[in-house]
């Protein structure tokens, strides 16, 4: 029989390895109790928002556009949030714990290529994710009945989801088959998840004195013999000024590999404003998606520390409108893309090096 290349791909054999890990999954009443919790957690969450920012604990009028969006957007990021923290455990154990089960061995010594193995497996903890945010699916829609929300920016934001969701699937899947102890592999998972979401607005914060310098500015500031006209307001002049400034522009993107500013910055526009800020837009994907353009824009050449109504200053600097959201897209797919191909050489048959206390059958 002719030997099948690592990288060997068929339909029937990615079939094959898939419905052998949904059968497996199907099986175990953890699947259908964490389903069950899941649904609770979340209604719990979208009716917890409902609650308060119908009521009259914040003080505005609750038919405002901004308020449907807040609660759309509030809604979103907790289920981005729980993904985030159930994914890593649907594919973190997926190999190293059937080679601990002796399973995997019965695998590689099949038709199977590695690369069909890794991806049935992959495909498999994709679909258990789904799972769990098609169960989200009817909080979204309620939360975008509270108006503000339109359709285009609700399927965008489930295609996302779910995007990002496979990456953190193949992540945990590399990792699986990194290590030859599930807590280990769960554990890289994890850190990696928080790499993404956590650590990296931590960096950014970080890399503030790194980035900082004294730039000579134009500054439109009150003059230093300044006299106030009829109309009240005072006289301003031009100078140049060496002043502190941080320039965002330079590490922004560290901001843009997050997971939830991925999914707010693609929210479209017309569900979420244009792209200047306006007192509409206080939903905190209008808030993120201002925040993150501001800081791949960085400072200017001009500022403004004058405030007149008879005499005009620099004109406000425009901000980079081009989306940023592909860029941290690409990088998360980049990162589970590279754990596939790394789990695919790692179970390629023969194997010359195995880490110690490794079981093969």
């Known amino acids: 029989m002719k030997t099948r290349g690592a990288w060997a791909v068929s339909r029937q054999g990615i079939r094959t390895v898939t419905v052998l890990e949904l059968r497996q999954r199907i099986r175990s009443t953890r699947w259908v109790i964490a389903l069950v919790v899941w649904f609770l957690v979340v209604a719990a969450i979208t009716g917890l928002t409902f609650a308060v920012f119908r009521s009259d604990l914040i003080g505005t009028d609750p038919t405002q556009p901004w308020i449907g969006r807040t609660i759309f957007g509030l809604v979103v990021f907790f289920v981005l949030f729980l993904g985030l923290l159930v994914s890593p455990t649907l594919s973190a154990t997926a190999i190293n714990g059937d080679r601990a089960a002796g399973t995997l061995a019965t695998l590689q010594v099949t038709s199977l290529s590695a690369a069909e193995i890794v991806f049935g497996k992959l495909l498999a903890s994709w679909i258990a994710a789904l799972a769990f945010l098609a169960v989200s699916v009817p909080f979204i829609l309620i939360a975008m009945s509270a108006g503000g929300t339109s359709a285009a920016s609700v399927l965008s934001t489930l295609a996302l989801l779910a995007v990002i969701l496979a990456a953190v699937c193949a992540i945990g899947l590399g990792f699986s088959a990194l290590t030859a102890r599930t807590p280990a592999s769960a554990v890289l998972t994890y850190i990696a998840v928080a790499t993404l979401t956590v650590l990296s607005l931590i960096a950014f914060g970080l890399t503030v004195p790194a980035i900082s310098s004294d730039d000579q500015v134009r500054l439109y500031d009150v003059s230093p013999a300044a006299t106030w006209d009829q109309s009240g307001d005072q006289q301003c002049v031009w100078r140049t000024q060496t002043i502190r400034q941080v320039h965002t522009e330079r590490t922004w993107w560290l901001l843009a590999i997050n997971p939830f500013v991925v999914v707010a910055d693609a929210m479209p526009e017309s569900a979420i404003g244009s792209a200047g800020a306006s007192a509409g837009d206080q939903d905190p994907m209008s808030i993120i998606r201002r925040g993150v353009r501001e800081a791949r824009t960085g400072p200017g050449n001009e500022q ?58």
């Open 304 to 361: 403004t520390r004058c405030w007149s109504s008879t005499q005009s200053g620099p004109a406000e600097r425009p901000l980079n409108r081009s989306p940023v959201w592909p860029w941290g897209l690409a990088v998360n797919v980049l990162l589970g893309a590279i754990a596939v191909w790394f789990a695919v050489r790692r179970l390629r048959i023969p194997q010359r090096n195995l880490a110690r206390g490794t079981r093969v059958a």
